[in-house]
């Protein structure tokens, strides 16, 4: 069955650390593949996605996830964070045919930051 | 660009009542526009499908008679709770796709519901 799986429910960093979010997934072949986030009681707005070339994407806010196919994972990164990264973040896989549209997300990861 | 709104944000409803959610695509036109809820501290789960003109599609357990979807315009989708029940609270999502094409789902900003 096709599913998204975010191992970590909760993380709590340091204002101006290091952020690594876990993202893998099952799926019949290499799906399209994004990280959203999602301020409290907001929508979800789009960091990055990869549909194919340079498994090294990089998004808005300083953001970039690395692609491996051989893990089936999609880890999304930031190498200093800030204060006002603290959200939910999930990650999602899309089919790339085109009869179909439909996301399937993860069950998120909520960033929180001390100052 | 590629606004998504929605309205109301907030909707406090007694139970038995309908309540009708817009979802807007504001500089774009959608050819495609989808539904989720979300419970706290869930995730996304898709509800249902709709395309501009035709009948909406929806995911398996989703009651088509509760949730009435209809997507009028290439611009305006709405979702209907009738007969409103507390455990029909639940913040609501829905997203678009543009007719220009591409794969990328704008997403509104989303819309509490609560029934009392």
């Known amino acids: 069955a096709q599913s998204v799986t975010q191992p970590d429910i909760h993380i709590t960093v340091s204002e101006g650390a290091s952020l690594e979010l876990r993202c893998n997934y099952s799926?019949?072949?290499?799906?399209?593949l994004f990280w959203y986030v999602q301020s409290p009681g907001q929508g979800l707005q789009l960091l990055l996605k990869y549909f194919s070339g340079d498994t090294l994407v990089q998004g808005i806010k300083g953001f970039e996830a690395e692609f491996k196919r051989s893990q089936s994972s999609f880890n999304l990164r930031k190498p200093s964070v800030h204060w006002s990264d603290a959200a939910e973040y999930f990650c999602a896989v899309g089919p790339r045919t085109y009869n179909t549209d439909k996301l399937i997300f993860g069950t998120g990861t909520r960033l929180q930051v001390f100052p | 660009g590629a606004v998504v709104s929605q309205h109301p944000s907030r909707v406090i409803c007694k139970s038995g009542t309908s309540v009708k959610i817009e979802c807007r695509s504001l500089d774009f036109q959608a050819t495609t526009m989808f539904w989720y809820r979300q419970f706290p501290k869930k995730s996304l789960m898709l509800m249902a499908t709709?395309?501009?003109?035709?009948?909406?599609?929806?995911e398996q357990g989703v009651e088509k008679d509760k949730f009435l979807i209809n997507h009028a315009s290439l611009t305006l989708s709405t979702l209907t709770v009738t007969s409103a029940h507390p455990e029909d609270s639940s913040f609501y999502i829905c997203?678009?796709?543009?007719?220009?094409?591409?794969?990328?789902?704008?997403f509104g900003p989303g819309t509490r519901l609560t029934v009392t």
């Open positions: 997203s678009a796709k543009s007719l220009a094409g591409g794969y990328e789902q704008y």
């Open positions: 799926y019949g072949a290499t799906p399209y």
């Open positions: 709709s395309n501009e003109g035709s009948k909406a599609t929806y």
